[in-house]
């Protein structure tokens, strides 16, 4: 068990529609990452936040957004859902000192999403 | 070009073997980290070892180990006495501190199969 939570672990859905995943980081964790792995894509980075602020921006898509609550805790929403969209979301999460390499990213169990 | 490349799709070694699982990295970053993490049919990502870029050690975690190469540009994982429980996916990943890109690139991955 890595400590970082996601919930739900399975989501279907219909295209059009909007979903949240959420996620909750290792206890003294500041930095929360969200991934998307993909049969066609592989593992790909999306989005990152830093207590609060969005730190980094990979491939995401602006119909997908994110947000860093107080509580440390991160959502990620997708909308306009397309059938390309079904995937393994993932959210990892670190330490997020800069500077330290040994930063390692925990992940958590991700979120099946499936959009029908 | 592709920053994380893993070659071999798929790996197949007995029980009890040794295998080394190929990772070759591309970065002008002279401050990197490279991760290996191991994901089973269950689906989460698990971090296995660490090693950064002026680690002049290669890392060892239990039975894993990392054979770095620094002139090479290469990461590779070797696994010792292996086990029916390391079939599984393997992600080499690269971080790059340079850049502050803080999110972790992933190479394609590797499947082994543990053979009794």
């Known amino acids: 068990d890595s400590g970082v939570t996601q919930t739900p672990k399975h989501l279907i859905t219909a295209t059009g529609q909007r979903v949240t995943l959420r996620c909750s980081p290792r206890s003294g964790d500041l930095s929360v990452y969200w991934y998307q792995q993909s049969l066609d894509q592989g593992l790909q980075f999306l989005i990152q936040y830093y207590n609060g602020e969005e730190r980094a921006k990979g491939n995401i898509l602006e119909r997908f957004s994110a947000q860093q609550f107080p509580d440390l805790h991160s959502e990620l929403n997708l909308s306009s859902l397309e059938l390309g969209d079904s995937a393994l979301y993932f959210c990892?999460?670190?330490?997020?000192?800069?500077?330290?390499?040994?930063?390692?990213?925990?992940f958590g169990p991700g979120t099946r999403l499936t959009v029908l | 070009a592709q920053k994380i490349t893993q070659t071999q799709p798929g790996m197949f070694v007995q029980e009890k073997e040794a295998v080394t699982l190929d990772c070759t990295y591309d970065t002008s970053d002279q401050s990197y980290g490279l991760f290996w993490y191991k994901q089973p049919s269950s689906g989460e990502m698990i971090f296995l070892i660490y090693q950064g870029s002026y680690d002049e050690q290669n890392a060892t975690e239990g039975r894993y180990s990392l054979n770095f190469q620094k002139a090479r540009k290469s990461a590779n994982l070797v696994i010792s006495a292996s086990q029916l429980g390391d079939s599984a996916m393997y992600f080499c990943?690269?971080?790059?501190?340079?850049?502050?890109?803080?999110?972790?690139?992933f190479g394609s991955g590797t499947r082994l199969q543990v053979q009794p």
């Open positions: 990943a690269m971080r790059e501190e340079d850049t502050g890109r803080r999110a972790l690139t």
């Open positions: 990892a999460s670190s330490i997020g000192t800069s500077g330290r390499l040994t930063d390692t990213q925990y």
